[in-house]
């Protein structure tokens, strides 16, 4: 079994669990989240948002973090290796006129190791097909609505590619250090559902 089959397998039996204890009455997605959630705020500090801490205030940094993730990550001691095969690691900086989202069409694949465990909603076939259809009503029924002048790129993850969204930084935040910054960042912020 190819890895890319084996984790498309995984992710398909793991959703369907969900939904069966959604089903059940057991848990609701909500509280699905709010598990995650709980467990994602007990990591201190969230890998994801150490690399964007970093990236917001060291641009040398970010500029080879944006050109070559893999490369990047082991100078904040994380790398992309665990399975049979390094993943590929591809970080997207929004912009003023640019804003990234990130799905999975095929299954759920995303970057544990940096962003936690994925929500519930990001395994959901509604989101998976809707975001790449029409991300601007999407993201708008996260809360986040974008002007028409913002360009949207959504990223498809597959088994062997990964991506990180890397949020603008918030206006107000030059005084902060990067444990702090780390602390603002969210993990819908690094999906790109969420500006930070």
């Known amino acids: ?30 509280q699905l989240d709010a598990i ?20 917001w ?22 790398s992309m290796a665990g399975g049979i095969q390094e993943q590929r690691l591809k970080v997207v900086g929004n912009t003023a ?8 069409t095929l299954c759920s694949c995303y970057p544990i190791g940096l962003l936690g465990p994925s929500p519930s909603w990001y395994k959901s076939e509604a989101y998976r ?16 609505t974008l002007g028409d002048d913002v360009r949207i790129t959504v990223w498809d993850s597959s088994a062997e590619s990964r991506y990180m969204v890397l ?3 918030p206006d107000g935040t030059d005084g902060l250090g990067e444990e702090a910054l780390a ?10 559902t969420a500006a930070v």
Do not use: Q
């Open 1 to 30: 079994m190819s890895g890319e089959h084996a984790s498309s397998t995984v992710a398909v039996r793991v959703r369907r669990l969900e939904e069966r204890l959604v089903e059940a009455g057991v848990v609701g997605d909500d």
């Open 36 to 55: 995650l959630t709980s467990v994602l705020n007990g990591a201190s500090p969230v890998n994801g948002a150490r690399i964007v801490a970093r990236a």
């Open 57 to 78: 205030t060291d641009p040398g940094f970010r500029e080879r973090l944006l050109d070559d993730a893999n490369a990047a990550l082991p100078e904040v001691g994380l």
């Open 97 to 104: 006129d640019r804003h990234n989202v990130l799905v999975c």
């Open 129 to 144: 097909s809707r975001v790449v259809r029409d991300p601007r009503s999407v993201l708008g029924e996260f809360g986040l």
């Open 167 to 169: 949020p603008r930084r």
């Open 183 to 192: 602390r603002l960042v969210t993990r819908e912020g690094l999906i790109g």
